[in-house]
């Protein structure tokens, strides 16, 4: 899963990569960050320790720090470009904190005002890309054969459709497209596709108001592509330099809520809107994710492409019945441990087996 964080300049986009990442990023070309996260699972770690498990992957996401988008009302380009390109999600850091030692680009700090200042920048970049699509469109339409003009005007259809919606300030991430359009998307880069965490960077003084902040801004601007946090990220940044023991001494003193990071992380994978299975063995005890209403197969493929081509069927479970249980045999013994086909659709917190022949 890759995170691109966007925002203005001195929002504290590069504040929050640290509290994220604990300060483990690195530099790759321009001014961009590179960082890891792990997501922490108890699911995964109660599985893992029933069947000892020497090792435990959790689900990463992939976070980039990029310098401040649309500058001067330039369109992301080079390396930005590219990571926004591939990016599952844009994580939206908009600023919240007064400081009068860091001047804010506007003159003022107002959130709703560069939240949705944000998404006319990406509306209007992503109308570029829509015109531009269409002017050459047109041209290969006109001079193509009967076929090939079928497929060209299905395209232009979809296309004039968006542009409507973005031209009536619709945001593209809210809105349900079936799977064929996206995919017919999925090349051009419009960044009003991605789903967004808007994430609230609040004072130090509102970091124990930031549950508060969080439900009126969520009741706002929420929606199914939507979501939205509030942090107050230079705290975090210096509790993620700390000990478990001391960050939560310092929480409770500054009355600010626990694991908030977590929480975050929490927060893109049910943006995203993937379901979380498990593959356990005494070797690794790891978590993965497909988009929601994947089949067996699907998630077969996600481990490994020999195992998708070689699939028999899956021996299924929930986590919870597992731990019930105890094992698999004494699942299977209860009649719990359940045979799936390629077809079957899996669900959030499924330990699959797959068996398979190459
Ligand atoms: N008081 C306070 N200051 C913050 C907070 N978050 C960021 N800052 C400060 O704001 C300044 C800018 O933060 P950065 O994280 O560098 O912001 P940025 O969005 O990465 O900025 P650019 O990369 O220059 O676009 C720094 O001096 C931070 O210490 C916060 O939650 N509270
Ligand atoms: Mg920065």
């Given at each position: 899963?890759?995170?691109a ?24 070309g ?29 689900l ?12 001067r009302?330039a369109p992301?380009?080079g ?13 939206h ?13 506007k003159?003022?700090?107002?959130p709703?005002?560069?939240s ?6 990406i ?11 269409l ?11 009967p ?6 005007g ?12 973005v031209n ?16 017919e ?47 107050c990220?230079r705290?975090?940044?210096e ?15 500054m009355?600010a ?18 379901v979380t299975f ?21 998630a077969?493929g996600?481990i ?37 086909g390629?077809?079957?659709t899996?669900?959030e ?7 398979f022949?190459?």
């Amino acid at each position: 899963m890759d995170l691109a964080i966007v925002g203005l300049s001195a929002a504290g986009k590069t504040t929050v990569f640290n509290a994220l990442t604990a300060g483990h990023g690195s530099a790759v070309g321009g001014a961009e960050q590179i960082g890891a996260v792990k997501i922490p699972d108890e699911r995964l770690e109660k599985l893992a320790a029933l069947v000892k498990a020497k090792k435990i992957t959790p689900l990463e996401v992939t976070l980039h720090d990029l310098p401040a988008l649309f500058e001067r009302g330039a369109p992301p380009s080079g390396s930005a470009a590219e990571t926004l390109s591939r990016a599952d999600a844009l994580l939206h850091v908009v600023r919240a904190f007064e400081r009068d030692d860091v001047p804010h680009p506007k003159g003022s700090v107002d959130p709703a005002r560069d939240s949705q200042a944000f998404d006319e920048e990406i509306a209007f970049n992503d109308l570029g890309i829509i015109e531009r699509r269409l002017e050459k469109l047109d041209i290969t339409v006109r001079s193509a054969r009967p076929g090939e003009r079928e497929t060209g005007g299905r395209e232009k259809a979809l296309l004039d459709r968006l542009r409507a919606m973005v031209n009536e300030g619709v945001r593209l991430r809210n809105q349900q497209l079936d799977a064929s359009e996206l995919k017919e998307l999925g090349n051009f880069g419009l960044l009003s596709l991605k789903p967004m965490l808007i994430l609230l960077n609040v004072g130090e003084s509102d970091a124990p108001n930031a549950a508060a902040r969080e439900a009126d801004y969520t009741e706002r601007f929420a929606a199914s592509g939507t979501c939205v946090t509030a942090l107050c990220a230079r705290l975090e940044a210096e509790l993620a330099e700390l000990s478990s023991e001391e960050a939560a001494e310092f929480r409770r003193e500054m009355g600010a809520a626990e694991d908030t990071t977590h929480a975050v992380l929490g927060k893109v994978v049910q943006l995203l809107n993937v379901v979380t299975f498990f593959t356990i063995g005494e070797t690794d005890a790891h978590a993965w994710t497909v988009p929601a209403g994947a089949s067996a197969l699907q998630a077969a493929g996600r481990i490994h492409t020999d195992i998708e081509r070689g699939f028999i069927r899956a021996e299924v479970i929930a986590w919870d019945k597992l731990l019930e249980f105890g094992s698999h045999t004494e699942a299977r013994r209860h009649g719990q441990l359940r045979t799936e086909g390629k077809q079957y659709t899996v669900r959030e917190g499924d330990v699959i087996n797959v068996l398979f022949n190459v």
